[in-house]
Nanobody, 123 residues
């Protein structure tokens, strides 16, 4: 079982940037897909972005395209989510998740989840 530890959330003003990190331990995630999801209060979990094991395949939700970038650091066994041009509607708890299949927007296909990190964007 892989353990995922997240860091990098916080409070930022509209238009600002944050980088979320998702560091894996227990096994390498270099060949497995890792996704980012978020959940705002009173709302269902929402897909944000995912990256395939090779790192060459990335897929974004429409709301993330052009603003967010998912990437990997194989040496650090870590996946990042760079978030730019943040908006108040991006406020949510963000979760990373690792799977064993293909990169997908369906969170049910991911086996291991991080602890979540709060992102708050003030207007």
């Amino acid at each position: 079982q892989v353990q995922l530890v997240q860091s990098g959330g916080g409070l930022v003003q509209t238009g600002g940037s944050l980088r979320l990190s998702c560091e894996a331990s227990g096994r390498s995630i270099s060949r497995y897909p890792v996704g980012w999801f978020r959940q705002a209060p009173g709302k269902e979990r929402e897909f944000v972005a995912t990256i395939g094991g090779s790192g060459s395949h990335t897929y974004y939700a429409d709301m993330a395209k052009g603003r967010f970038t998912i990437s990997r650091d194989y040496a650090k066994n870590t996946v990042y989510l760079q978030m730019n041009s943040l908006k108040p509607e991006d406020t949510a708890v963000y979760y990373c998740a690792a799977g064993t299949g293909v990169a997908d927007s369906n969170g049910d296909l991911y086996d291991s989840w991080g602890q979540g990190t709060q992102v708050t964007v003030s207007s």
